[in-house]
């Protein structure tokens, strides 16, 4: 027989075979609906996510009725970080039977991570009542008694797990985190290492304790718990990962690196592991390792989603645009409705410059997947870059609803506070999540900066000798110190500290600048000058070196050799915002306006603007006499921070100045004034306002404390005499009139004050 045929035949067998499976599900619904559950159980197994839920929904479009159908449709949902589907699965399958209880926990814990306290309550309380002794519904019950802060019910709610499941670590681990909200380190400590009691191979249990232990500065005990667990798993990838951070916080970089190649040498075939590795170096800063991990990930697995995302993670991170946009295309092409793949996409948008299209792109991405905190958190990002404040705050709290006490969107609160000098509100975000970082040194150094901004030195003091505590090598932690120190003007310490810090980070240009600078301030410059000059004959390449060597020369002002020092780092990096600033403020210094505004504009179209600068600007037009521009900048620098009161102080005194917009010149310089009553300049403005309005008696105290003040101020002077001439005070007035004259005044305002004399 011709081979043709023996093709065409058995095509023919399998179309028969086919149409006979077909017909004999078509006949037998029941058994279709359980080769589709046990399709999507295999792609289930295989982290094939997507698939596994097409299976679902076939097997319930069968049997819209089918129980195990709707509980691993929602497992597979929740596999792909869909949490809105994998919310409505549950709903309908409780419909189906409201007494199914695992349902109602998976549902609770959905409703706990939105803070959707009371009808999570509502679905613990069912469980509880159908069976008072269900382990996780009171584990769950106490977990929102945790999110409500309600510490001491927590405990109760924790300890009546203790007969139900007395040789699950779970159990006690729970407790020792109460006890440790609760400050009793004591009975913590106790209860974790009852975890390990109950079962000697608990992985949590052993991190737990380890952790415990480095908060109490005892390293070297948590070293040997961490190889203990280790033995006892030899496949406990937290326990390596932990070990590893505790090296690499003591500056053992070589034992971190000796560890994790351990790790992957014992599980070479894991992905998992791979991904988990890649991560601890990328949290390092060590991206050319995360990099190769991932990719050594992708070698065992080529279609990892998870991989590929983190390597468009890290392109995206170290600003690898184009690399970036290659991975983006093939994730695109592989899972064009995966949230993560999407969000990168609006992340690779903003890396381009496309900010309204990374926006849209986002807020679309926000619609489809609510319950997303990274869509939350990205979008508030791409606000952040157009200059949207306010929905860059609200995008922030959108991502707290979702998954409360996120450690990034806490800390973009905190600086998105803090450079709008909200120090109280930047305060309770930075305390919150030392609460929920507290290994972490980046947290504690946060919440100083705070402290110290708010004049609290003891408190700032007690957050980086903590953050020392837990990274004792870390450059940053040094240099917080040191500026602790110069707050407290404990001179020799300050300098010491920076020493250190350089020492331990010779490389970072950020330290080697607050270094110099602080040399600068204690008239040291020589010295910082040949810092700096050591620093870049060994980074010739590095742009930013050249800047600092550039502010060198502007100390001495050799404006000429900082401005060559200056383009040669835009030479380097042409896209250096913070060159053309520093080129700004080159030319200002040497009263060249013109070319400043031109450099700044540069400045501000490379680097997110601030209020600072944009206001930077509107105060060489004002100077210029260009009062119709400055009005512009001071208006938009208010529009991205409506507390910065320079802007509001400068507006304040255009509007005086024209005599226009009187009432919005009141208030703009009564809040400068509240936010700053020591400046006498913001005192001067308000007076002036009211002195417009016909407020003489709301002017003079004002402008009597200025001239007390500041009585080598021509302005003050002249500004008084024209508020007592105004008053009816006239003697008194002319002679304040007389002494601004013979200060050199302002030609325009000489003239008015001549004319008031002449009257």
């Known amino acids: 027989m011709k081979r043709e045929w023996i093709q065409v035949i058995a095509g023919i067998a399998a179309a028969v075979a086919l149409s006979m499976m077909m017909t004999s599900c078509a006949a037998n619904p029941q058994k279709a609906k359980l080769e589709y559950l046990k399709k999507g159980e295999a792609y289930m197994k295989q982290a094939q996510y997507s698939s596994a839920a097409i299976e679902f929904r076939n097997a319930l479009k069968i049997d819209p009725k089918y129980l195990d159908a709707y509980s691993q449709l929602a497992q597979a949902y929740l596999a792909l970080h869909d949490g809105n589907s994998a919310y409505n699965t549950l709903n309908q399958e409780i419909t189906v039977d409201p007494t199914r209880l695992d349902a109602r926990l998976e549902r609770a814990r959905l409703l706990l991570s939105a803070h959707q306290f009371a009808p999570a309550l509502d679905d613990i309380g069912f469980a509880l009542k159908q069976d008072p002794k269900n382990v996780q519904a009171h584990r769950l019950l106490g977990s929102v008694y945790i999110a409500q802060k309600k510490y001491d019910q927590a405990l109760q709610e924790f300890s009546k797990v203790v007969p139900l499941a007395p040789n699950e670590a779970t159990t006690y681990l729970d407790i020792a985190l109460v006890n440790m909200q609760l400050r009793d380190t004591a009975d913590a400590e106790l209860n974790i290492k009852k975890a390990l009691q109950v079962d000697p191979k608990s992985v949590p249990a052993y991190t737990d304790l380890a952790n415990f232990y480095r908060l109490q500065n005892k390293p070297a005990q948590a070293e040997q718990i961490l190889q203990t667990g280790i033995q006892a798993d030899p496949q406990g990838v937290p326990l390596y990962l932990n070990l590893a951070g505790l090296y690499q916080s003591q500056g053992k970089t070589a034992d971190a690196e000796n560890l994790l190649t351990k790790l992957s040498s014992q599980m070479p075939k894991s992905t998992d592991t791979a991904l988990a590795i890649g991560d601890f170096y990328l949290q390092a800063k060590m991206s050319d390792r995360a990099l190769a991990e991932y990719q050594r990930g992708l070698s065992i697995d080529p279609n990892n989603l998870a991989l590929k995302e983190r390597i468009e993670d890290l392109y995206l991170s170290t600003k690898q645009v184009d690399q970036a946009a290659k991975m983006d295309d093939e994730l695109l092409k592989q899972a064009p409705h995966d949230v993560i793949a999407r969000i990168d996409h609006g992340r690779l948008l903003m890396a381009q410059g496309e900010i309204a299209g990374a926006v849209q792109a986002l807020q679309k991405v926000v619609a489809d997947a609510a319950d997303s905190p990274q869509a939350h958190y990205y979008l508030a990002m791409a606000y952040l870059q157009n200059n949207n404040f306010p929905q860059a705050n609200s995008e922030l709290q959108q991502t707290l609803r979702v998954a409360p006490s996120l450690p990034i969107a806490l800390t973009a609160l905190v600086n998105l506070n803090y450079s709008q000098r909200n120090y109280s509100v930047a305060q309770l975000y930075a305390q919150e999540l030392e609460q929920h970082q507290p290994a972490d040194p980046a947290a504690h150094l946060l919440l100083g900066q705070v402290f ?23 450059a940053s932690v040094h240099a917080n110190l040191a500026s602790l120190y110069v707050v407290r003007k404990e001179i020799p310490q300050a300098d010491k500290e920076f020493q250190t810090a350089v020492g331990e980070a010779p490389g970072n240009i950020s330290v080697l600048s607050d270094y110099a600078n602080f040399l600068i301030s204690q008239k040291q410059t020589p010295k910082a000058d040949a810092l700096v000059s050591e620093f870049l004959s060994q980074n010739p390449n590095e742009p930013n070196a050249h800047l600092l060597m550039a502010q060198m020369h502007m100390v001495d002002k050799n404006y000429a050799a900082a401005l060559a020092e200056t383009q040669k780092a835009l030479q380097l990096n042409p896209k250096l915002g913070s060159a053309y600033l520093q080129m700004g403020q080159i030319y200002e210094d040497q009263g060249k306006n013109e070319e400043a505004i031109q450099a700044y504009k540069h400045s501000v179209d490379l680097v997110p603007p601030s209020a600072a600068l ?35 102080n400068n507006l304040a005194w255009i509007y005086a100045q024209q005599g226009r917009n009187l009432d919005v010149a009141l208030g703009l310089a009564q809040k400068a004034k509240s936010q700053a009553p020591s400046v006498p300049s913001f005192s001067d403005t308000l007076a002036w ?26 302005q003050y002077h002249y500004h008084l005499g024209m508020v007592l001439v105004a008053d009816g005070q006239k003697t008194a007035g002319k002679a304040q009139l007389q002494a601004a004259l013979r200060m050199n005044l302002d030609t325009q305002d000489a003239e008015q004050a001549r004319k008031a004399l002449s009257q």
Do not use: H, W
């Open 689 to 714: 306002v009211m002195f417009r309005k016909g407020d003489y008696a709301g002017a003079l105290p004002l402008l009597q404390e200025c001239v007390k003040t500041t009585p080598d101020s021509a």
């Open 614 to 648: 944009v206001t930077k600007i509107g105060n060489i037009y004002m100077n210029e006499g260009d009062l119709q521009s400055a009005v512009a900048q001071f208006q938009k620098a208010l529009a991205m921070d409506p507390n910065f009161v320079v802007a509001a």
């Open 452 to 474: 110290l901004k708010l004049g609290q030195i003891s408190q700032a003091g007690d957050q980086f000798a903590a953050a020392e505590k837990l990274a004792p090598n870390d």
